[in-house]
C-alpha cells in the first residue's frame, strides 16, 4: 500500500475524535431510545477506527454487533418495558389490579353518582 505516513496518522485521529465525540454523547443521553441511536453512531465510529488501522474482520464484528443488534435489542427491550404486561393475564382482574378506577362503585358519602 503505498499511501503516505502522515495521512495515516490524520485518519486515526479523525476517527479517534469520532469514537471519543460520540462515546461521550451516548454516555451523557438519558433517553434510552436516542442512546440506541447514538450507539449506533458510536458502532459505526467504532468500525471506521479499526478499518483504518487495518483490522477489517473486527471492523466488520463491530458493524454487526456494535451498530446493529445492540441498538435493536436495546429498542426491543424500551418497547417491551413501555408496553407492560399483556392483558387476560389474571392479574388485572379484581379490585387489587392497576386498572381504571370503576365508575359504578359508591362514592366516600356512600351514594353513587
Request: one cysteine or more.
Amino acid at each position: 500500500m503505498n499511501t503516505a505516513p502522515g495521512a495515516v496518522d490524520f485518519l486515526v485521529a479523525a476517527a479517534l475524535v469520532l469514537v471519543t465525540v460520540s462515546a461521550t454523547c451516548a454516555a451523557l443521553t438519558r433517553d434510552p431510545v436516542r442512546q440506541s441511536v447514538v450507539l449506533t453512531l458510536l458502532g459505526l465510529s467504532l468500525s471506521l477506527l479499526f478499518l483504518v488501522v487495518q483490522a477489517p474482520d473486527v471492523a466488520l464484528s463491530e458493524l454487526a454487533v456494535g451498530s446493529a443488534i445492540t441498538p435493536l435489542l436495546i429498542l426491543l427491550t424500551v418497547r417491551k418495558i413501555r408496553r407492560g404486561p399483556r392483558d387476560g393475564g389474571g392479574e388485572r382482574t379484581g379490585t387489587s389490579g392497576g386498572g381504571p378506577p370503576r365508575t359504578d362503585a359508591p362514592g366516600p358519602s356512600g351514594t353513587r353518582s
